[in-house]
C-alpha cells in the first residue's frame, strides 16, 4: 500500500474509514489500490472473515470478484456468480433486488454464503444513478454482527464505492474517446494525404520511447503519444495540391505548408485536448537555436512535448524512404541527429535518442 492510502488501515470504525476514504474522490488516484485498501480496512474494523468487491458484467449477466480480502492467507478468489444461477447468493439477491440484503444467520435463511464458516452476511449494491457497479459484500463467521447503526455505516461506504467506480468508469469513457478521436482524424487525413497514418504512428512511438527515457512522468507520456499522432494534423488544411505535389515547392507553397502547425492549434483547441497536446503540435518545426517556425521560440521557450517531436520526426524521415532519397540506416540518422544538437534540436532529447533501444520499438 503506498503512503497515499496509508490513511486506509487501522480505522478503528468505518466511519472513520468513510471520512478518509472520501478524501481520495478529489485526488488523482490508483483505484485498485484504494478499492483494496478500503476492504481491507472494512473487513478489519468490522471484525468480518471476508470483505469483497464483486462487478457486474452486464455482457456475460454475471458478478465476478473485483477485489477480495480475507482473514485467511491462502484463500483465491472464488468463481464468478452467475445472475442467473445463484439467487441463493446474498450478492445476487442484492444486485437484483436493487437493496442492501441482510442475513442475521445463513443457517437459517437457506442462502448461501463464500466462506464456510461465516454466519451473518451483507450485501450492498453499487448503484451510481442508472448505472450499476456491483456489490460490496461482507461476511461474519458471528451471528447477528452487524447491528443496524453500523449497516448504515456500510451502505453509506458503499456510496463511496460507487463514486470511486464511476470516477474510474468516466476517465476511461473519456481516454476511449480521446483514442477515437485520434484514430478517426489520422485515418481522415490518411485518405487525401497517404502516408500520413503511418508516419503519426512511426513519430508517436518515438516519442514516446525518448520521454520514458527522459524519466518524464506519466501524464507528458500521455501528452507526447497523442501529440505524436496529430502533430502534422493541421496539414488536413493545406491544399491537397501542394501535399502531393512532386518536385519542389514554389515560395508561396512552402508558406503554406508552415501554417499546418497552427492550423493543428486551431483545430485541436475546440476539442478539448490537453494543452500540453496542442502546444507539441503547435511548436513541432521550433527549432532549439530560435531559427525555427511558426513563432521562432528558443531553447527551454518550446514547450518540451515540441522539442521531442521535432527529433522524433526528424529521425522518423531519415529512417524512411522519402520521395527524394533512400532511407538512412539508424545508425547514419543518429550521427546526423547529433550533429544538430545544440543546434536545430535540444541536447537532452538528442541525448535521450541515443539511450534508446530501438529493437524494442
Ligand atoms: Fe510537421
Redesign the pocket.
Known amino acids: 500500500m503506498t503512503s497515499d492510502n496509508n490513511a486506509l488501515e487501522n480505522p478503528g470504525s468505518v466511519q472513520e474509514l468513510l471520512i478518509h476514504g472520501l478524501a481520495f474522490i478529489a485526488r488523482p488516484f490508483d483505484s485498485n489500490e484504494i478499492l483494496k485498501g478500503l476492504l481491507k480496512g472494512l473487513r478489519e474494523c468490522t471484525g468480518s472473515e471476508r470483505a469483497d468487491l464483486l462487478m457486474f458484467q452486464s455482457d456475460m449477466n454475471i458478478l465476478f470478484f473485483s477485489e477480495s480480502d480475507t482473514a485467511a492467507y491462502d484463500v483465491d478468489k472464488p468463481g464468478n456468480l452467475s445472475m442467473a444461477d445463484s439467487k441463493n447468493s446474498a450478492p445476487v439477491k442484492a444486485l437484483s433486488g436493487g437493496h442492501t440484503v441482510l442475513v442475521d444467520d445463513v443457517r437459517e435463511s437457506g442462502l448461501l454464503s463464500l466462506s464456510s464458516g461465516a454466519r451473518t452476511l451483507l450485501s450492498v449494491p453499487v448503484f451510481f444513478g442508472e448505472r450499476t457497479h456491483g456489490v460490496l459484500n461482507l461476511e461474519h463467521n458471528d451471528a447477528k454482527a452487524f447491528d443496524p447503526e453500523i449497516i448504515r455505516w456500510i451502505q453509506a461506504l458503499g456510496g463511496l464505492f460507487a463514486m470511486l467506480l464511476e470516477r474510474s468508469w468516466l476517465s476511461e469513457q473519456v481516454f476511449n474517446l480521446n483514442q477515437r478521436l485520434i484514430d478517426t482524424m489520422t485515418e481522415t487525413a490518411n485518405e487525401t494525404d497517404p502516408g500520413f497514418k503511418a508516419h503519426a504512428e512511426r513519430v508517436s512511438s518515438i516519442a514516446v520511447a525518448i520521454a520514458v527515457q527522459m524519466d518524464l512522468g506519466e501524464e507528458t507520456v500521455d501528452a507526447v503519444r497523442d501529440s505524436g499522432y496529430l ?2 494534423i ?2 488536413s488544411g493545406v491544399s491537397q495540391n501542394i501535399l502531393v505535389k512532386p518536385g519542389s515547392l514554389t515560395l508561396e507553397e512552402i508558406d503554406e505548408v508552415r501554417k ?2 497552427i492550423l493543428g492549434r486551431f483545430l485541436l483547441k475546440p476539442l478539448g485536448f490537453q494543452p500540453a497536446v496542442i502546444e507539441g503540435v503547435a511548436s ?2 521550433e527549432r532549439w537555436d530560435g531559427s525555427g517556425y511558426p513563432r521562432g521560440l528558443k531553447g527551454d521557450q518550446i514547450p518540451i512535448t515540441g522539442r521531442i517531436l521535432a527529433v522524433a ?1 526528424a529521425f522518423d524521415v531519415m529512417t524512411s524512404d522519402q520521395p527524394y532519397r533512400k532511407k538512412m540506416i539508424l545508425e547514419e540518422a543518429v550521427i546526423e541527429i547529433q550533429s544538430h544538437s545544440g543546434e536545430q534540436f535540444d541536447p537532452t532529447v538528442v541525448d535521450a535518442l541515443l539511450g534508446i533501444n530501438f529493437k524494442e520499438l
Do not use: R
Request: glycine share 12%; aromatic share 0%.
Open positions: 502533430h502534422d493541421g496539414k499546418h502547425p513541432h518545426h520526426e
